[in-house]
């Protein structure tokens, strides 16, 4: 077993899911929302208390990569601007963090999701057990021995973890075969199209067939019906969504994750920072 356990959250996934879980009329006394941050904080504690890793890390979306972007010109253009009651919570959870002494990893051009996978490889290369914390279903991709998925069953503190058997349970695939996967049945939150008419329960029947998106394309001629042909009209939408929907691993963040501690945090930097929120409830938790 690990002698280590690192949690890598997600932050801007559990920065909007804490902000669509709590009611917006939470403010500080500045008059600023804090229903974002708040939650997020819940969670972050219910996390610390029922898995117990070691340290955690942060990390945030700086940016779209290019190599995305010039796969799919699409990718993640339609989202709606950012809440601008979300926007502002953004520099103040960041505040909180690092007043808890949590490192916060941001690189220019780079989503969280890929530091996720960069801290995991990381992570695995040092013989440390890596819990990814995030509501996105990408990140089931880099689910193996050493690395789980936690996420939010429903509301902000129902929290769940995903090994090899729970991302296949989930999906009808493994872990290997998410990015074959999400080729194949498209992700439209990030405007990844995928093939038209191939849905989860399609797209996990046909790499439980063949195994792979290439295998799947291959097999498409002798396909019958309007699944064939759509398999064989869209076959390069489908490697262009894998491409896209591929985390990468290979990010130049510069973390120890042998020194990183939990509870490492100076107490009047957490009192000074909480207390500005009125998140007195929160403080106690931290004093506890």
Do not use: C
Not at 113 to 138: P, Q, S
Not at 257 to 264: A, D, F, H, K, N
Request: no cysteine; aromatic share 6%.
């Amino acid at each position: 077993m690990p002698e280590r356990t690192i949690a890598v959250i997600d932050g801007n996934s559990l920065l909007h899911r804490a902000f669509h879980g709590l009611p917006p009329t939470m403010t500080a006394p500045d008059g600023r929302s804090t229903n974002a941050a708040f939650g997020f904080l819940q969670m972050l504690f219910k996390m610390m208390s029922d898995l117990r890793p070691d340290g955690v890390v942060a990390a945030f979306d700086l940016g779209r990569p290019a190599f995305r972007i010039e796969a799919l010109e699409r990718y993640k253009m339609h989202r709606p601007p950012t809440d601008p009651l979300l926007k502002e919570q953004f520099p103040m959870i960041k505040d909180l963090l690092r007043a808890l002494a949590v490192p916060v990893v941001e690189v220019e051009g780079w989503e969280g999701d890929d530091i996720l996978g960069t801290l995991a490889e990381k992570g695995k290369a040092l013989g440390i057990r890596v819990l990814l914390v995030t509501g996105d279903r990408d990140a089931l991709q880099l689910v193996d021995d050493l690395v789980s998925v936690v996420s939010t069953r429903k509301g902000i503190t129902d929290i769940v973890v995903y090994d090899r058997d729970g991302v296949h349970e989930k999906t009808g695939v493994w872990p290997e075969q998410i990015v074959d996967y999400l080729g194949l049945k498209g992700d439209t939150s990030d405007n990844i199209p995928g093939v038209p008419g191939v849905g989860e329960k399609t797209a996990a029947k046909l790499i439980a067939e063949h195994g792979t998106l290439d295998a799947v394309l291959a097999a498409a001629p002798g396909i019958k019906g309007k699944l064939g042909e759509n398999l064989r009209e869209h076959a390069d939408a489908a490697r262009v969504s894998r491409t896209v929907a591929t985390i990468r691993r290979d990010v130049p963040v510069d973390v120890d994750l042998e020194s990183v501690r939990w509870g490492t945090w100076r107490a009047e930097d957490v009192t000074a920072a909480f207390g500005e929120l009125r998140f007195t409830s929160l403080l106690a938790k931290v004093r506890d």
